[in-house]
Structures are given as C-alpha cells and as structure tokens.
C-alpha cells in the first residue's frame, strides 16, 4: 500500500501548482506583455547600432500565402514584399509614377534590330550585393536564366510574355547586357514585366556552390544573394520573416529600421488588437469597420491606397440565360452598385471597366446605375422568363477592401431577386472555385483579378482575348472583335493610340463582355504615429519599401 | 508482454495504412485540382499541366498510391503541393508547436479538472459543487472560436494583462532548436526571459483549448469519485474511525483514478481536433493550421502526412495511459 | 470532440414486469434530476422556437437592408443587425432550425450505424469483429475535426457534406460502446439460454442484446447532440460548412468574427444560442446517466 502516500502528495500538489499558476496569470501584467521592452538585445544585432525597439519595425499581415523567399519563384504578396526588399531589378517604378527610374541599370536603350527589338542595359558600376561583391553582367544573365529554367509560377512573365529565351541575353562586356525580344512583343510591356521580383539579380558567386538539386530554390528560403536594403535572417515558416538592414547597401542611405519583422497574423481582430497595443508598428488589410473604430485613436493613423485589384461579377457565355448579350447588359443595370460601396464603407472605388485606376487606358466612365425597369425589359427581351435559378459561385472569406465575399454576394443575390432571378450562392474554397473556373464550369461567379504587371496589357488581354486561356476563355467568351482589339492595343507603340484603343475596348465590353465590374478595391494600412515614409504603391514591386521607413 | 506490443504495433501498423488509404481515397474525390489550386488565380493552363506531370498527377491512382507507400517505406512523406517542401520538412516545422500547445492545454485540463472534480465530489451539494458544474457546464458547451476571440480581445486587447497571438513576442528570438518547444528549450539553455515569454504566450491558447476537456475531466472525476465514497467499503473505512484525508487518498481517490485516466487518453485526442480552431485563432504556428491550409489547398500528401503523425500520436497517448494503470493498480497490467 | 460518456453497466434484462414500468420508474427518477428538468426545458425551448420560427420571427432572415447595416440592438431589432442589415433575432431562430435537425440528422445517422456495426462485430466475434474493430481504430485515430475538415474538403464545402463528414467521425463510438455492451451481454446466461433453445440470431440480437443497450446509447446520443451542434458550427467556422446566406450559429460567428471588437452583438447572440443549447442536451445527458446507471443510484 506504498502507493497511497504518492497519491495523496501528488494530490496536493496538484492544488499548488493549481494556485500558482491562479497567481502567475493574474501577476502577467508585469512581465511579458510589455510592448516596448528597451532590453531585448538578446537578438544579436547585424551590423551598426545595437538592436532595440526603436530601430525595429514590426509589420504585422496575413502572409500565409508565403511559400518561397527565391525572387526566381515567388509570385505571391507575401513573398513578394520581402524578396523586393531584398532584392533589385534592373529598373524600376518611382512610387505613384509610371516612368521607369534606374536601379541597377544606369541607363537602358531600345533599338530596333531588324527582326528583332534590342534592348541594351548599362549596369550602374557602383552596384554590389550585400557580400560587397560588383553587380555584374554575369549575375544577371544568371539569374535570367535561372529564371527561365526554374519554370515556376512567376516565369511565364519572362517566357511568354517577354518571350525571352537564354539565348537571346548576353553579356557585351562585364558591365553591359543585351535582350533581344521578338517583334510580337512590346518593349514597353516586357521593361514594365522587368521591375517584377522575377527579373531580380541574384549573385551567381553565393548560390552557385549551394545549388543543391533544386537550382538553390530551398538555400535561397533560409539565405539571401541579393544587392537590395535589407537581408534575409530568418524565416520562421508560417509566423515570422525577420530582415536586417544591409549594412553594405550602395543604392542609398543605411535603412533607419535595423531591422523589420514581418509578422503573419490572420485574424483581423488579432491585427487590430497589435496596432492598438503597440505591438505592431504597422498592420496591412484593415476592413472598413476596424478603420473607423481605429479612427479615433491618437496613436493610430490610417495609410489608405488604391490596389490594382479589381472584384468583378462574371457570367458563362455560353450557358443560359446569359449566352444572350441582352441578358449580360441586364446583369449590369440589375446590381445596385451604391450598396456595395456602402458595404465596403470607404475601401472601394467604383469601377466599371477593366483597366483599373492609375493605368494608361482607364477611362474613368461608370455608365451603369441600378434600374430595375431596364434590367426587367432586357432580360425579357433576352426571353429570361421570371422564376429562373442561377448557381452564383463565391470565395470562402474575405475579399480586397475587408468585406467578406459572400456578403457582396448576398447583396447582389438580393438585387436580382428584384427582377425575379433567383441567385443560388454557393461557396467554394479558393482552390475548387478556381479548377471548376478553368474548366469553363461557372454559370456565375464573383472574383477578383490582379494584374501581372504594370500595364494595361496585364489587364486587356486575360479579360478580352480568349485565345490567352485566362479570364474570357475561363468564361467562354469568345468574341473576335475584342480579341482583335486586345491584341492591337497590346503591341501599338504610340501611347495615345493605345489609350483610344483601349477606350474602344473598355466601351465594347460595358455592352457585350461577360462581366459586371465593381469596384476597385482600397488597401488601409493602420500605422502607429511615430512611424514615418511608410508609401504604399499597388503598381510598384514591392508595394512597400521598407528602407523607407523610420520611427521618431 | 512481448505479444502484447506485437499486437500493439501490427494493429498500429493496419491503422496507418488504413489512415494513408482513407486519406487518399478522400483526394481522389476531390472537385479540384491541387496543381491549379498551388499556382494560384493567374497560372497559365501550361504551367499548371506541367506541375501536374511533376507531380505525378497525370498518373493512374494505382499507380500514385503505389508511389507513394513506396517512398513511404523509406519513410519519405512525400512533398507538399502547396508549400513544394518536404512534407517531413513541414512537420518538422510545425508539430512541436502543437505538441506544445497540447501538452499545455493538458496540463490545463488536469491542473482543473481532477482537483475540481474532487472538491465538488468532497462538497457535494454545496456552492463549491454547484461552482464546479457550472464551469463544467459553460466549458464544455462553449464553442471554442468564440472563447479564443473573446479571452484574447479581453486579457489582450483590453487589460493587456497577457501577451497577443503567436508563440512568442515577435522581438524574441526563438531559443536553440533541441526539442521544438520553447519553453522546454529556453529552460534546457537557461534562457529565462523566453522561457517566461513562452509560458506566457502559452496561458491563453491552452486555456482556450483546455476548457472543453477540462469540463470533461471534471464531470468525470466528480462521478468517479462520488461512486467510491458511496462504495460499502469506503463506509466501513470512516465507521472503523479512519481519518477522512486518509479514507479518501488510500481507497477513494486510487480506486476513481483508473476511469480518469482513461478519459484523459481520450481527451488527448480531442485536443488535437480543437487544436485545429485554437492555432487558427491564436495564430499558432502548428500542424492543426497546416492541416487547415493543406485541406483547403487539397494538398493531400501535407494532409496525409498530418494524419498519419497523429495516427501515430494517438495509440501512443493511450500505451502511456496503460502504463499510467498498471503503475497505480499491478493487477491490470496488460498481458 | 467526442468525450465518450462512461459506459454504465448494462441494467438487468427485463424479465418480469412489475407493477411499475421500467420506463415509469427511469421517467420518475428524471423528473427528480433538477439541472436535467432544466436541460429538458431549455432544449424543448428551442425546439419550439426552432418550430415556430416562421411565426416568431420579426423578419424574415434573408431580407437586407444594407444603409442599415450593423445597427445596434434596440426596439426595432432587439439583437442587432448584422452587416447586409439583416435582423440577428431572426437568423438566430432560423438557425436553431438548422443546428437541431443537423445535431439530430447526424445522430440519428451515427448511432444506426455505429450500433449495426458494433453489434455484429460483438455478436459475430472472430475475425470479422477483429476487422470491424481495426476499422474503427482507424478512424478513432484522426483527430475528428481534421478527419471531418478532410471530409468535407474532399466532398466540396456545404451543410449537407459537413453533417455527413460528422457523423463518419462520430459512428465509430457507438460502434465501440455497443460492441462492448454485447461481449458483456453475449455470455449471460439469459442470453445463453436462447441460445440452447435455438432461438434464431436475429431474434436474440432483437429481443436480447439491443435493448440491453439502449441506455448506454440513449445517455451517449443526448452528449452526442451537444457536440454535433458544436462541430458542425466549427466547420462551418473554418469555411467547411452551411453556406451564406443561411442563418447556421457556426456561420453567424464566422462571419461576424471581423466585427467582433467593433460590433459584439454579431457573434455574442449566436454564440449564447449556441452555449444554452450544447448545454441542455448535455445536461439532460448527465441525467440520463445519473438515472439509468445503476452504480450511480444514490
């Protein structure tokens, strides 16, 4: 019976540790949830001055859809917003602008080549990676070309839409590189396709010896070879990236912030609860809600920006009733568009094209408004008898501008009702919404596009030319005339001509296209108040340049 | 004893091929396509067909099921579509801060659950009794997405009384990898302001998580307790004019221990599904959101990977409850 | 998700009737289970409101009135309005529709189920109960929510797969507990005895072993609701479940968790819906057990 005296302790035990724990939770305070504790220097510092909060800069978001940190392969925001800041493209975009400023090209030239266009880059001699290492003609034809061979989800921009192959990049002396391009393609565009992470330079001499057998993609995950702000210190997968300033950087001042810390939170509320704590210095997707309570608030101020995003309402062409344009141009006058902007409460513009706001070629014009007499009358004349049942497909949670998907939804299932169409919402997650899409199987969904790249071309050909297999071959519209004028606007050179031509294209789609644009959505960024040079630029890679950044 | 584990593993090893044939087949129904689900809204149709053929995808299902019990055998998980690591790699990454949780969110459930138990058994029918089955009550119809949101919108936002969502504050640094747990590896290094970060990062999840099993453990021990103080011998025990603290630690308590340990083996299991929730709320970096992702992705060898860890988990929590036993009680032990 | 109520040991069969019923007596015994009257009460509550809700509802819980969106609670909606403006009152009482007949589609499914399964694996015995038995060790190894997750990911998200992916995680407990229930009844002598005067299997596992097991299941089935409605909210909470507009607790939450430091009144109302009813069934559960296991008579 010698187990009874163990039990017994073991019982009252139980009881103390009980209280202490009791104890310790209401004791917390002191400890751990400070926000701003001078002495967390523990963190070895990278270089210069020595790590504290104050040069530190805590930026929570959603990034789980992080999944590389190698600029050859990253294709999604999340990763997009480190690997920029890690790594420089030859030119790029000065924010809010559409001119292409140098990088590591001091200068870059487009010829006429004959058959082919020359594109010719002169490569800034003061450029070097963070190891002090020279940017070199090597390290970019590399890195291309790595880019080219690795093949993943951002390639295409090079392969297909620059149509660049290895062969016609080469290196005319060390500090000299030349792109020869087809004549089916654009400079222009491919230049603008140029500032995207994918065309990062990458230096050859660091990832060379740890290739491994993946061309570097998984050392480039935990390490960075890149000549930007800041450099890669750790990737904790699915909670933190932690960047430090690049204490070698030739392309300006050190950054003020030592180091960022990119914070994955999910959870709106979690996001809002970090700003107003202190914890976060800067929070990303703030719904129209959250912003007004943060309003208020003397530490808070709200960064908001136009995204290139645009959410849109779209109908198979073939299946009934919308293989009628009659019943499409009804869709349109159906929706009453000023409650979706109430829905979104300030996170939205109102666009009803398909070049969204900030690029060549958007016209600005909104001819639709509700109304339901219209909307009734062309939908008998497309012989839509009343009673009919649509499917209409939507995302699970929430889209850009911080309302849920199925909330616009359901406003837009309440407007059709009006006129005696009754929407069956059904919801999909991301992943089985986008292979029925492809598949050509959605009588009706409501989305969101992105473009690829800063042009209206990223635009124009996914949602006009079916022959590309994107958004129009998605919703089986096949229409020669809007083919044929996506694809002149994509190659004309003159800018004026290509404005019109996308104003004829912008105007034929309001009558005939398969979509029924909404709006544009805003991006709110919640900010403590001692955080400085925060810009956000939706057409800039990356939106954010953190080495702009400072606290006071 | 030695057939006693031959039998243990030979039915752990039916269940973990059952579980991969389960998980499987469930891919197979799927309405999507995980290679178009992993390159995202923009993928040209080329792209996605060649990540298929890289994935094997193109493959009959025999065939892609006879891969991967293959590679399965050399103990390769097989890669995951959405995050093209190593599943392995993954569950590296993520398992320890589940296990974490769980351990804590236990220690939760039996730091409250048992002593509460036994007061409100020892009190019966007084306000302690009655406290005790209201929090019984509360914890175990309470659903625990909303618990999450409202301690941490509480204790977080508004009292500040205790630390935001994640493991740790985002300005530490994770201790040294050894075990995967940070507070056991900041204790193991000696690194005391982790170690106390980490714990208390800790307090809410596990409470969250905990409260549901707490409120089972403490019905449990409740009953289990009233029915041994109710036993004739227990009567005997006081009429003989034992004292009543060593009528209850020697007959009471030993005897009600065998059905709260099983009950806690079970309860370890439901930890890990509300392990789910907890780690979508809190933020936590653990195989319950990577499941979450990996099943909305339908990224099947992450979900399978998932499965098969937990497969393993299981049956092992419940040899440890076994052995719990025959440590209390030799006559039990499993033969 | 599945705490496993303790099986009580099995009530002597029935034999002989005495002046009182059974059924008279455990119903007597009930009625003296205060918390379980209560339960009982809260439960028959909200089936009535689940009823009626056509008639009790302000309005009808489809209709927006999006300028009036997020209005607090007063005369006019008395529990809010939610985003589009709907009334929270209304799709609260539409909603207990749908979580009482998913907890009871899915019950009902998981204990027929589970019960046919584990009867013949105890009465048959041999390999065949060997294999059943694997098989539910199988599916009692998955973690339920990431099973049913699974489930309902495979099958495409909707009420209907998600009450289906419940219940494949919740039959194999009655399998188990009714499996257990036979093995100990199996050899009893009464059951013996049918035996050697050759009564057919079927009337034996009829007459003899299935009603032997009802109150172990009916204690289990009354847990079993309380957790249902708890799992079907929390796949719907993850995106795996009812789908907008319906009025599901799961979904209210869910959609409501991005105002929830803004506007309470949008998850609090289905959340207190959801709690008060997880707990009446799980306290008529307690009473039940109190009532039909023996070894707690008191």
């Known amino acids: ?552 | 004893m030695a057939r006693f584990i031959i039998r243990r593993l030979g039915g752990l090893i039916f269940v973990l091929l059952g579980v991969s044939l389960l998980t499987f087949f469930l891919a197979q129904l799927a309405p999507a396509d995980p290679a178009g689900a992993a390159l995202g809204s923009n993928a040209r149709e080329e792209q996605i067909a060649a990540y298929r053929q890289q994935l094997g995808l193109d493959q009959p299902v025999v065939v892609q099921y006879a891969r991967y019990m293959s590679r399965l055998m050399q103990g390769d998980l097989g890669n995951s579509i959405r995050t093209r690591r190593a599943v392995a790699d993954d569950l590296r990454d993520f398992l320890p801060a589940t296990v974490e949780l769980t351990l804590s969110a236990l220690l939760v459930t039996i730091l409250l659950g048992i002593p509460l138990g036994i007061l409100a058994a020892l009190n019966r029918n007084t306000w302690i009794d009655a406290g005790a089955r209201i929090l019984a009550l509360l914890g175990g119809a309470m659903p625990i997405f909303y618990i999450g949101l409202v301690l941490l919108g509480v204790f977080y936002r508004q009292l500040q009384w205790l630390p935001g969502p994640g493991r740790l504050d985002s300005t530490l640094p994770p201790p040294l990898h050894l075990t995967g747990l940070y507070t056991v590896d900041a204790l193991l290094t000696g690194n005391w302001m982790v170690l106390a970060n980490a714990a208390a990062h800790l307090i809410l999840p596990a409470i969250t998580l905990g409260l549901f099993s707490t409120a089972v453990l403490l019905r449990m021990t409740r009953s289990s307790m009233l029915e041994m103080l109710g036993q004739d011998y227990v009567r005997t025990a006081k009429a003989k004019g034992l004292s009543e603290r060593l009528v209850i630690g020697r007959h009471v308590f030993k005897n009600a221990l065998p059905p709260i340990l099983t009950i806690v083996g079970i309860l370890f299991g439901s930890l890990l599904s509300g392990a789910v929730l907890t780690e979508t709320i809190f933020n936590w970096p653990g195989i319950g959101r990577y499941a979450t992702t990996s099943v909305t992705t339908l990224d099947y060898p992450a979900v399978m990977g998932v499965a098969l860890v937990a497969a393993i988990i299981y049956p092992l929590a419940n040899t440890l409850v076994d052995i719990g036993y025959s440590v209390i009680d030799p006559r039990v032990r499993a033969g | 998700m599945q705490a496993t109520a303790p099986a009580p040991t099995p009530a002597p069969p029935i034999q002989s009737r005495r002046i009182q019923s059974p059924t008279a007596l455990v119903l007597r015994r009930f009625s003296q289970e205060k918390t379980a009257v209560f339960g009982l009460i809260v439960i028959v509550l909200f089936a009535l409101l689940a009823i009626f809700a056509p008639l009790l509802a302000p309005y009808n819980p489809l209709d927006q009135d999006i300028p009036n969106g997020l209005a607090p609670p007063s005369p006019e909606h008395w529990l809010g309005a939610d985003k589009l403006g709907r009334d929270i009152l209304s799709r609260m009482l539409f909603g207990a529709r749908i979580s009482l007949t998913a907890g009871l589609g899915v019950v009902a499914l998981a204990a027929l189920v589970g019960s046919a399964i584990g009867l013949i694996a105890g009465y048959v015995g041999g390999w065949l109960d060997e294999v059943l038995m694997r098989v539910t060790d199988i599916f009692f190894a998955f973690p339920s929510l990431i099973l049913a997750m699974a489930i309902a990911g495979a099958l495409g998200p909707s009420l209907q797969n998600a009450l289906i992916a419940v219940a494949v995680v919740t039959w194999p407990v009655y399998a188990r507990l009714v499996r257990g229930q036979v093995l100990v009844l199996r050899d009893r002598e009464f059951v013996q005895a049918a035996r050697a005067v050759g009564a057919r299997h079927g009337l034996i596992l009829r007459r003899h072993l299935l009603p032997n097991t009802l109150s172990p299941l009916l204690v289990q089935t009354s847990f079993d609701m309380g957790t249902t409605i708890l799992a079907v909210a929390g796949l719907s909470f993850i995106g795996f479940g009812a789908q907008p507009p319906t009025p599901e607790w799961g979904v209210m939450i869910s959609e409501g968790r991005n105002y929830i430091t803004t506007h309470w009144w949008l998850t609090f109302f289905p959340a207190m819906a959801m709690l008060f009813a997880v707990a009446g069934f799980n306290l008529v559960g307690d009473g039940l057990r109190d009532v039909l296991d023996p070894r707690l008579r008191r």
């Open chain 1, 1 to 552: 019976m010698n187990a009874q005296p163990h039990a017994k302790r073991w019982q009252w035990t139980a009881l103390l540790v009980l209280v202490a724990m009791l104890a310790s939770a209401c004791a917390a305070p002191a400890a751990p949830s400070a926000p701003v504790a001078g002495g967390e220097e523990a963190a070895a510092p990278a270089a210069g001055d020595a790590l504290t909060r104050a040069n530190t800069l805590i930026f929570a978001l959603d990034h789980s859809d992080l999944i590389t940190l190698d600029p050859a392969v990253a294709y999604e925001f999340g990763g997009i917003l480190p690997v920029g800041n890690m790594y420089e493209t030859m030119v790029s975009f000065n924010p809010g602008e559409t001119e292409l400023v140098p990088v590591l090209a001091t200068s870059w030239d487009v010829a006429d080549g004959g058959d082919m266009w020359k594109l010719t880059f002169t490569l800034d001699p003061n450029a070097t990676f963070a190891s002090g290492a020279p940017v070199t003609a090597d390290d970019v034809l590399f890195s291309w070309g790595r880019a080219i061979d690795i093949n993943k989800s951002p390639a295409f921009l090079l392969i297909d839409v620059c149509q660049m192959t290895k062969e016609n990049i080469t290196a005319v002396d060390a500090g000299v590189v030349e792109l020869k391009l087809p004549k089916t393609v654009s400079p222009n565009v491919c230049l603008s396709v140029l500032t995207f992470t994918v065309a990062a330079v990458v230096e050859q001499a660091a990832l060379e010896p740890n290739l491994g057998s993946d061309m570097g993609e998984s050392w480039l995950n935990d390490h960075s070879a890149g000549s930007g702000p800041y450099v890669l210190n750790a990737w904790e997968r699915s909670s933190t990236v932690t960047l430090d300033a690049n204490p070698n950087w030739w392309g300006g001042d050190a950054p003020a912030m030592q180091r960022v810390i990119l914070q994955n939170m999910l959870e709106p509320a979690n996001r809002q609860a970090a700003i107003e704590t202190g914890d976060a210095d800067i929070i990303q997707d703030v719904g129209p809600e959250v912003a007004a309570a943060l309003e208020g608030n003397p530490d808070v101020a709200l960064a908001k920006g136009l995204s290139t995003l645009l959410v849109y309402a779209s109908v198979n062409a073939t299946m009934p009733p919308f293989d009628n344009p009659d019943a499409r141009l009804a869709l349109r006058y159906a929706i009453n568009y000023d409650n979706i902007i109430t829905l979104l409460g300030g996170n939205g513009e109102l666009v009803q094209e398909i070049i969204p706001i900030g690029f060549a070629g958007h016209t600005g014009n909104n001819p639709f408004t509700q109304d339901l007499d219209k909307a009734k009358e062309l939908f008998a004349k497309a012989g839509v008898t009343e009673g009919a049942t649509i499917p209409f497909i939507v995302a699970t949670g929430t889209g850009p501008g911080g309302v849920e998907w199925a909330t616009v939804a359901a406003s837009i299932q309440a407007d059709l009702a009006q006129i005696g169409v009754s929407l069956d919402i059904q919801q999909m997650q991301q992943s089985e919404l986008l292979t029925k899409y492809r598949a050509q199987e959605l009588p009706m969904l409501l989305m969101n596009w992105g473009p690829d790249f800063t042009d209206p071309d990223a635009n124009g050909t996914p949602f006009a030319n079916y022959e590309a297999k994107s958004l129009a071959w998605r919703n089986s519209w096949n229409d020669p005339q809007a083919i044929e004028l996506s694809q002149q606007a994509a190659i004309e050179l003159d800018p004026a001509k290509r404005i019109e031509l996308y104003a004829q294209l912008t105007e034929y789609m309001q009558n005939n296209g398969p979509f029924a644009m909404l709006f544009q959505p805003t991006r709110v960024y919640g900010l403590r108040t001692n955080v400085q040079g925060f810009i956000y630029d939706p057409g800039d890679t990356p939106n954010v340049s953190l080495w702009l950044i400072s606290k006071n």
